[in-house]
Every structure is written in C-alpha cells, then in structure tokens.
C-alpha cells in the first residue's frame, strides 16, 4: 500500500536557523506532491506543490522542496526561518495520473517549534 | 478568497447517536472529500466525491458512514451510528479541477462519548 513517512515528529529550532523536514514515499509509479501547513488554530493549507518539471519548487512564504525520485524524496526546506513558521508541516502524496480519485496520503506530520 | 467552511467546529455526542457534518466547498469545485485525523495520528482519507456519486472509499469508511451533496452548495458526512473511536478532527476538501490542489476547511472536532 502507498505510505508517506516524515522522518521528524517534533522539530524545535532557533530563529534565522535552517530547516530541512524529510519526505519519503513508497508509489513506485508517478507522483504529485505537497506539503501543506496547519498553524495553530487554522486549517491546512498548501506550501508547495509538485506536478512535473524542475524538481526543485518553490512555494510560499520562503519554502522549498526538492523531489528526488531515486530516492523516493520530497524533503521541505527553508534557509531561515521565523517565529511565525511555528506550525505543523505534512507531506502528502497522490498517484500522478488522471481519473484517479486524487486522495492524498499524508504523512504522520512534524511539529515546527521556532525559538524567538 | 473562497474558504471551504465547515460546521460545527466541535461537536460531542454520545456513542451510538447520528451526526452529521456539514461542509461548504468553494463554490465552483467539482471533487470533494473527507479526511479524518484521530489525536496523534495520521490525516487519513476516508471518501471522495465526483459527479454526485461515491469515487473511492477507505477501508475506514464502512456502512455506518455516508455522504451527501443534497443541494449543489453543501456536502455532508454522515455517521450512524457513532463509536468511542470515531473521536476525531474530521476535515472536508475540495477541488475544481483534476491535477488541481486541494483547498481544505478548518474541521470538525467531533468526540464521541
């Protein structure tokens, strides 16, 4: 069965350190990716998506990610963050090909703490 | 912008008793779901929705679950009959187009008693 495993639970950082929160999936075919963000008391909401194309994509807010397809990879970074990145972060998976529901299959979710 | 909105936030019920959450999708999206949260764990997918019918389900999503998109705005998840393990955040989502994101809503909390 596809899984999408986040490799850190609890992430507790200084502000202006770098983040890297690790992403690896187990769908052998084609892909799309996401990771989506939940700050405290708001709903999930995208950072960043994959589809196709350069493998390193940009999203919101100063946030990166890099698929790796060898590696089954979708790691998330940003090179400085800030207090207000305090959230939870999930990766989440869907099979790459049309007429597919689109279910995403997420992550079990990394809690960002950003020391002021 | 367009939310998705969801309603109650939080709901308590007793176990055994029907609840229904009730979700507004953006107005012109076409695909919508369910997924649940149980504390600590996993957002899991429960159901998707397309074309006024059922598209794919979860193991998760047996009889006593249901959907409903009753009037072109609202698309409701129904639980029969509740048990003490459907405590959970449940979230609504949907989407316009195939390839597109997901937007989703702020949930549900739903405890079961």
């Known amino acids: 069965a596809q899984s999408v495993s986040q490799h850190n639970h609890h992430v507790i950082l200084s502000e202006a350190a770098s983040l890297e929160l690790g992403c690896n999936y187990s769908?052998?075919?084609?892909?799309?990716l996401f990771w989506y963000v939940q700050y405290p008391g708001q709903h999930l909401q995208l950072l960043l998506k994959?589809?196709?194309?350069?493998?390193l994509v940009k999203g919101i807010k100063g946030f990166e990610a890099e698929f790796i397809k060898s590696k089954f990879s979708f790691n998330l970074r940003k090179p400085s963050v800030q207090w207000s990145d305090t959230a939870e972060y999930f990766c989440?998976?869907?099979?790459?090909?049309?007429?597919?529901?689109?279910?995403?299959?997420f992550g079990q979710g990394t809690t960002l703490q950003v020391k002021p | 912008e367009p939310e998705v909105t969801q309603t109650p936030s939080h709901q308590v019920t007793q176990m055994g008793q029907e609840v229904i959450l009730r979700c507004v999708p953006i107005?012109?999206?076409?695909?919508f779901y369910w997924y649940r949260q149980i504390l600590g764990q996993k957002v899991e997918f429960l159901v998707s929705?397309?074309?006024?019918?059922?598209?794919?389900k979860s193991e998760i999503f047996d009889d006593q679950f249901s959907v409903e998109r009753p009037d072109g705005s609202n698309f409701t998840l129904k639980i029969r009959s509740t048990k003490l393990e459907d405590s959970a955040m449940y979230f609504c989502?949907?989407?316009?187009?195939?390839?597109?994101?997901?937007?989703f809503g702020p949930g549900t909390r739903l405890t079961v008693l």
């Open positions: 989502a949907s989407k316009t187009q195939d390839f597109y994101e997901q937007f």
């Open positions: 769908y052998g075919g084609t892909v799309n």
């Open positions: 107005s012109n999206h076409l695909y």
């Open positions: 994959y589809f196709s194309g350069d493998p």
């Open positions: 929705f397309y074309n006024n019918e059922i598209s794919e």
């Open positions: 989440a998976v869907r099979r790459g090909y049309s007429g597919n529901t689109g279910k995403l299959i």
